[in-house]
């Protein structure tokens, strides 16, 4: 299994450029995260999934947008790129469950710099 | 205040010494996570704890409820353990964890 893996690995963007992150699980997780991560701080939650087709705001959700039309899949759309959304995005799954079973798996990150 | 604290921030410690980070929260929580970044920016759960202690090799994960504290231990530290330790609280109510920022450890030989 690869787990969970993220397409691109790295992206630059000039300010106004559109792209989308892709997120691709193969453990048949129900739930899906989307994460950036800023120096000093901790991991903050962007979007998330508990199913295919169903979405919901995180903590930082503006600017940002996704969708999960394949359970295995979970986009991360940027619309109009800002140079405070260079980061490094991480993508998440997990199972459904009681909180104490559910680890969540993440993938290997991708570093976005918008110019 | 942050609802999760993690202490120290940095540690720089020689090969072979007891290691604790520690990690205090404000909320209820259902279970606590500790998770270890590498250095290339992967990141690996190691621990979920919802009471007392678990061990996995060197490294072993404490938790006091009532305290609201949480302590990751590394013996016989080595300089692969070097990278980002990371606390996160799964509050009683939602699907979302609260992340700590992180302790960052290094280990010189």
């Known amino acids: 299994n690869a787990g969970v893996t993220q397409t691109p690995k790295f992206r630059v963007l000039k300010t106004g450029q559109s792209m989308t992150l892709l997120c691709a699980q193969d453990m048949n997780h129900e739930y899906m995260y989307w994460y950036r991560q800023d120096p000093g701080m901790g991991l903050r939650l962007i979007h998330y999934s508990v199913g295919e087709g169903t979405t919901a705001k995180g903590e930082v959700p503006d600017g940002y947008n996704v969708s999960r039309l394949k359970k295995q899949n979970f986009l991360l759309g940027l619309e109009s790129a800002a140079p405070s959304q260079t980061s490094v995005y991480f993508c998440?799954?997990?199972?459904?469950?009681?909180?104490?079973?559910?680890?969540?798996?993440f993938g290997p990150g991708t570093r976005l710099l918008v110019l | 205040k942050n609802e999760v604290e993690q202490s120290p921030q940095n540690l720089t410690a020689q090969e072979g010494e007891f290691i604790t980070i520690n990690c205090s929260y404000s909320?209820?929580?259902?279970?606590l996570h500790w998770l270890q970044q590498h250095p290339g920016g992967g990141i690996v759960s190691l621990f979920m704890?919802?009471?007392?202690?678990k061990k996995h090799g060197r490294l072993i994960a404490t938790i006091n409820i009532q305290e609201k504290h949480s302590s990751l231990h590394i013996t016989a530290s080595h300089p692969r353990d070097s990278a980002v330790y990371i606390c996160?609280?799964?509050?009683?109510?939602?699907?979302?964890?609260?992340w700590g920022a992180g302790t960052k450890l290094i280990i010189k030989p």
């Open positions: 996160a609280v799964r509050r009683d109510s939602n699907y979302q964890l609260i």
């Open positions: 998440a799954s997990s199972r459904p469950g009681l909180a104490i079973r559910e680890t969540q798996y």
């Open positions: 909320v209820g929580i259902s279970a």
């Open positions: 704890l919802s009471s007392g202690k």
